[in-house]
T-cell receptor, first 114, second 112 residues
Framework: DGGITQSPKYLFRKEGQNVTLSCEQN?????MYWYRQDPGQGLRLIYY???????QKGDIAEGYSVSREKKESFPLTVTSAQKNPTAFYLC?????????????FGSGTRLTVV | SQKIEQNSEALNIQEGKTATLTCNYT??????LQWYRQDPGRGPVFLLL?????KEKRKERLKVTFDTTLKQSLFHITASQPADSATYLC???????????FGTGTLLAVQP
């Protein structure tokens, strides 16, 4: 079955620690996205990538970094510079940016700072 | 920048009734609008897309309308069932940015 796999489902981070969230898709989609979801707020775009080896900052990129070395993979690193990282993180993909088909989302990673 | 408003209050309805959710937007008119369903602790699932030149779109028990004059989309679920209980998100194209902009979602609770 084609889809997006996010791991881990739950992640705990200590203060000052970097953590990496995994996102893999087998849909052959060119575009991939990372969103953050907080209670009472809409999905906020962190980073997106339109093609391998290229990515752009979204609306809230500070404290995050990404890479896109393979078409299938778009990992997100939450760095110690992100002051309020506790949130639900969602990875998504689409055939291309601007394509009118819907996004396919993963099941999310819930990150908690301990 | 584009702003999207969805009713933040939960919508409670009785099984069998029609649920109607609202999505209002400001500023420019999007070329298309999408609706997603999100269950607790899961990622959103794409339901329907409607284009600016379409007034209405249907899929099984779902119906979406798009009024570019009112800058509003309505999402209807007919003959609602408890299994329809979820949060429903609307999303608009971001224009020149080629990215979707999501609303905060409305929680629908269908009582048996």
């Amino acid at each position: 079955d084609g889809g997006i796999t996010q791991s881990p489902k739950y992640l705990f981070r200590k203060e000052g620690q970097n953590v990496t969230l995994s996102c893999e898709q087998n849909l052959n989609h060119d575009a991939m996205y990372w969103y953050r979801q907080d209670p009472g707020q809409g999905l906020r775009l962190i980073y997106y990538s339109q093609i391998v080896n290229d990515f752009q900052k979204g609306d809230i990129a500070e404290g995050y970094s990404v890479s896109r070395e393979k078409k299938e993979s778009f990992p997100l690193t939450v760095t110690s510079a992100q002051k309020n990282p506790t949130a639900f993180y969602l990875c998504a993909s689409s055939i291309a940016t601007g394509h009118r088909g819907g996004y396919t989302f993963g099941s999310g990673t819930r990150l908690t700072v301990v | 920048s584009q702003k999207i408003e969805q009713n933040s209050e939960a919508l409670n309805i009785q099984e069998g009734k029609t649920a109607t959710l609202t999505c209002n937007y400001t500023n420019y008119s999007p070329a298309y609008l999408q609706w997603y369903r999100q269950d607790p602790g899961r990622g959103p699932v794409f339901l329907l897309l409607i284009r600016e030149n379409e007034k209405e779109k249907r899929k099984e028990r779902l119906k979406v309308t798009f009024d570019t004059t009112l800058k509003q989309s309505l999402f209807h679920i007919t003959a609602s069932q408890p299994a329809d209980s979820a949060t429903y998100l609307c999303a608009l194209d971001g224009g020149a940015t080629n990215k979707l902009i999501f609303g905060t979602g409305t929680l629908l609770a269908v009582q048996p």
